[in-house]
């Protein structure tokens, strides 16, 4: 490894007793979307103990930051996400979340910190920069529907200076600690939803036969939405379709009138994305109109898939590469059926979202788990892998 301020693991490990004291703080007062106050005020006094120039937009509990604004060349965004779950922690660690209920179960705190990590170590070597950096907090990933990203694009984050290229990273617990996974192209779904109401004629259960029995009804749909994902779609094209909750019913000789069903569809690609919720639509309705029963869908469309820009990360996998070994560096072979708003911004902006490895052998570990406790190790190599994309972009201009 070279030792210029290019170096940025070195200069991120002299940075990790702060992000350990930022990542614990935020880890133990976990907020959920739309209310990281707190978390605000903590990315706040980071930023201006580093100080960093920041504004918060009106209304929002996201944090923007600026390092090098007068910085001649690129911009480039990099952004974590704030806020967690409604999962009572059952880590055991130290820094446990002190709320249950809420708990940091999808690393968000880990990305904050090495984002604040990041700026840390750029702000101390300006100089090196070849543009300015933006930094950006952003609220409420874990919404699903409008989700924190699209407010905060309407605040105009990817303005004043305009960004060029965008960069995120996201904690893996398949990929081994100490590496770094990137994907060109699509790398992560597009999640909707729906709510199927089947509506039949309930009675007692022993004359099923005067009415539409809503619960078999039901039970044809769900089994009907798996034989569309395995006959509609092209074999290499992934769909999921999932019935998450069944509701009808309140005991064993009463037939309800109505059960309600909800589900998520993932898609990889735009048209596909389409395809299903019409298809989906259709298959519904006649296998409900087939036994004589009636049925009210809503669709909801959520995140759209993410397509990392093929230019930019190969650019920041090449850096990466050199930053942190070429064997710490990993082309990820497969896109993930997950979603994130990440998406939106690379929908407006080229630029791409890198999976940060926190597996450790022996230590099964699943994001939004009870249990999920990331290695503090990450920190280091999470806040130099966004320093080093940062950079490379700004020099490599694809
Ligand atoms: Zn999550
Ligand atoms: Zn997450």
Redesign the pocket.
């Known amino acids: 490894m070279r030792d210029t301020p290019e170096a940025w693991t070195p200069a991120a490990r002299s940075v990790l007793p702060a992000m350990r004291a930022w990542r614990m703080a935020i880890h133990r007062e976990p907020e959920l979307s739309t209310e990281e106050f707190r978390t605000q005020e903590k990315v706040v006094a980071a930023l201006r103990d580093l100080g960093i120039p920041y504004r918060t937009p009106p209304r929002s509990t996201a944090v923007i930051g600026l390092v090098g604004g007068d910085r001649p060349g690129p911009v480039v965004a990099l952004r974590a996400?704030l806020d967690a779950l409604p999962v009572t922690e059952a880590t055991g660690l130290s820094f446990a979340s002190r709320t249950p209920g809420r708990m940091h179960a999808?690393?968000?705190d880990v990305?904050t910190a090495c984002l604040l990590g990041a700026a840390a170590v750029l702000v101390r070597n300006e100089r090196a920069l070849g543009g300015p950096v933006k930094l950006l907090f952003q609220p409420a990933?874990?919404e699903g529907s409008t989700g924190g990203a699209l407010p905060l694009i309407a605040a105009g984050c990817l303005e004043r200076p305009t960004v060029d290229y965008v960069v995120g990273q996201?904690?893996d617990p398949s990929i081994p600690l100490g590496q770094v996974g990137w994907r060109e192209g699509a790398a992560m779904a597009a999640a909707d939803f729906f709510r199927i109401t089947v509506r039949g004629r309930g009675g007692h259960a022993s004359t099923p036969h005067q009415g539409p029995d809503a619960i078999l009804v039901a039970s044809e749909v769900v089994v009907g939405l798996q034989a569309l994902v395995s006959r509609v779609r092209e074999p290499f094209d992934p769909v999921v379709v999932s019935v998450g909750s069944v509701h009808g019913g309140t005991r064993n000789n009463i037939l309800p009138d109505e059960v309600v069903l909800e589900g998520t569809v993932r898609t990889l690609k735009p048209e596909t994305r389409k395809q299903m919720e019409s298809v989906l639509k259709r298959r519904v309705r006649s296998i409900v109109a087939s036994l004589g029963a009636r049925v009210a869908i809503q669709y909801v469309h959520g995140y759209p898939s993410l397509h990392n820009d093929p230019k930019s990360t190969r650019v920041v996998a090449d850096a990466l590469a050199v930053e942190l070994g070429r064997a710490n560096v990993t082309a990820v072979d497969h896109a993930v059926m997950g979603a994130?708003d990440f998406s939106r911004y690379l929908e407006r902006v080229p630029g791409t979202f890198l999976r940060l490895g926190v597996g450790v052998p022996g230590r099964p570990a699943s994001?939004h788990s009870a249990t999920f406790a990331p290695d503090e190790r990450a920190l280091v190599i999470g806040a130099a892998t966004l320093a080093a994309a940062a950079v490379a972009l700004q020099r490599g201009r694809p």
């Open positions: 996400d999808c690393g968000h990305h990933e874990e996201h904690v994130e994001l």
